[in-house]
T-cell receptor, first 115, second 114 residues
Framework: EPEVTQTPSHQVTQMGQEVILRCVPISNHLYFYWYRQILGQKVEFLVSFYNNEISEKSEIFDDQFSVERPDGSNFTLKIRSTKLEDSAMYFC?????????????FGPGTRLTVL | AQSVTQLGSHVSVSEGALVLLRCNYSSSVPPYLFWYVQYPNQGLQLLLKYTTGATLVKGINGFEAEFKKSETSFHLTKPSAHMSDAAEYFCAVTTLGGFQKLVFGTGTRLLVSP
């Protein structure tokens, strides 16, 4: 069964460093999303991406964040200069857009730890 | 704006007992409602969804949920808990149209004891 994959599973970085989180969505999907979950808190929407551009972003998704679909398979989230408060689990999701509610399929997540 | 409230960050049941996880939502337009389950070190897996039609929806692993518009609720139930049901459960809401970001509740950890 097709699934969304994410790498790495765990990333440790120093404050101020750049990190790139990678996702491989399900191959025929057209809608892509990033969510994050700070430990003990709710899963929060960051950004949605369709047709090679951002379709919606939350107030969390400031200038330090960017997304890219560099080729036909990967979808990346970049944080330019990490802060302690960026430590969280980051989930990628994709959807086919073929049904009215656009079911989203989630990857296993990347745990980002900023020291 | 939409929001979801899940009452109880932890719910403990004995194996074989009824499972009831509560979810209330707020939405100014007809909602689409979801329950996701997260097992340790895994991603979010869709358990069940309500979009339109029948208000009692059945999902995987014997779970079901009932959409009650008058109560703005979408509680998750299972008649008899199994040890394998121990996980984190998230209720989420979205609406028709747009790119349909999901708005999640804070999650409920289900603990099942022998």
């Amino acid at each position: 069964e097709p699934e969304v994959t994410q790498t790495p599973s765990h990333q440790v970085t120093q404050m101020g460093q750049e990190v790139i989180l990678r996702c491989v969505p399900i191959s025929n999907h057209l809608y892509f999303y990033w969510y994050r979950q700070i430990l003990g808190q709710k899963v929060e929407f960051l950004v949605s991406f369709y047709n090679n551009e951002i379709s919606e972003k939350s107030e969390i998704f400031d200038d330090q964040f960017s997304v890219e679909r560099p080729d036909g398979s990967n979808f990346t989230l970049k944080i330019r200069s990490t802060k302690l408060e960026d430590s969280a689990m980051y989930f990628c999701a994709s959807g086919a857009g073929t049904d009215s509610y656009n079911e989203q399929f989630f990857g296993p997540g990347t745990r980002l730890t900023v020291l | 704006a939409q929001s979801v409230t899940q009452l109880g960050s932890h719910v403990s049941v004995s194996e074989g007992a009824l499972v009831l996880l509560r979810c209330n939502y707020s939405s100014s337009v007809p909602p689409y409602l979801f329950w996701y389950v997260q097992y340790p070190n895994q991603g979010l897996q869709l358990l069940l969804k309500y979009t339109t039609g029948a208000t009692l929806v059945k999902g995987i692993n014997g779970f079901e949920a009932e959409f009650k518009k008058s109560e703005t609720s979408f509680h998750l139930t299972k008649p008899s808990a199994h040890m394998s049901d121990a996980a984190e459960y998230f209720c989420a809401v979205t609406t028709l149209g747009g790119f349909q970001k999901l708005v999640f509740g804070t999650g409920t950890r289900l603990l099942v004891s022998p």
